[in-house]
T-cell receptor, first 115, second 113 residues
Framework: AQSVTQLGSHVSVSEGALVLLRCNYS??????LFWYVQYPNQGLQLLLK??????LVKGINGFEAEFKKSETSFHLTKPSAHMSDAAEYFC?????????????FGKGITLSVRP | GAGVSQSPRYKVAKRGQDVALRCDPI?????LFWYQQALGQGPEFLTY????????KSGLPSDRFFAERPEGSVSTLKIQRTQQEDSAVYLC???????????FGSGTRLTVV
């Protein structure tokens, strides 16, 4: 079975500062990895995903993440935070077995951005 | 439609009532998933459909939960005799397959009073 660990429940940064949200995963087979963002009272929006190939993946809104197999990590970064980035962020893993590629989520991290 | 549509957006049920939550996936998406998101938690898998076949229902918390997708498109999640612990946001997601990712609906917030 796969699992995701997102350490800490809340990260606060100043506007313009680096955003770093950590994610570690556990999987017995090479995983697919995802970051989703959730704004209040809304569903989950895909930020970026890693499936195969290049380990540094770029997503929407200036976010990127790097798959590091040796560290079993998939940390999310953004060079300069905007106020609009304040939201809940979820890391998720799936096992590409084809038929049932369900997502296993971490508990999520709330990002606050200070003016 | 352009996205995954869920209805109702909000549902308040008295304990013991039955509820039905609807999901309209993106047209052509073969896979459909239901997730339960408790307050302050990440979504947790409930069940999975490939077309009309329910291939995995291992996440359904009790036999009060039932899901169907009879024609391989619209899906309904039914909860019988609702309990307070059923209060959560129920998210539906559809996908062509896992490689392409999943598109989530806005969810149904169920409150059992």
């Amino acid at each position: 079975a796969q699992s995701v660990t997102q350490l800490g429940s809340h990260v606060s940064v100043s506007e313009g500062a680096l955003v770093l949200l950590r994610c570690n995963y556990s999987s017995s087979v090479p995983p697919y990895l995802f970051w989703y963002v959730q704004y209040p009272n809304q569903g989950l929006q895909l930020l970026l995903k890693y499936t195969t190939g290049a380990t540094l993946v770029k997503g929407i809104n200036g976010f990127e993440a790097e798959f590091k197999k040796s560290e079993t990590s998939f940390h999310l970064t953004k060079p300069s935070a905007h106020m609009s980035d304040a939201a809940e962020y979820f890391c998720a893993v799936s096992v590409p077995t084809g038929a049932n590629s369900k997502l296993t989520f971490g508990k999520g991290i709330t990002l606050s951005v200070r003016p | 439609g352009a996205g995954v549509s869920q209805s109702p957006r909000y549902k308040v049920a008295k304990r013991g009532q039955d509820v039905a939550l609807r999901c309209d996936p993106i047209s052509g998406h073969v896979s459909l998933f239901w997730y339960q998101q408790a307050l302050g938690q990440g979504p947790e898998f409930l069940t999975y459909f490939q077309n009309e076949a329910q291939l995995d229902k291992s996440g359904l918390p009790s036999d009060r939960f039932f899901a169907e997708r009879p024609e391989g498109s619209v899906s309904t999640l039914k909860i019988q005799r609702t309990q307070q612990e059923d209060s959560a946001v129920y998210l539906c997601a559809s996908s062509l397959d896992g490689y392409y990712g999943y598109t989530f609906g806005s969810g149904t917030r169920l409150t059992v009073v």
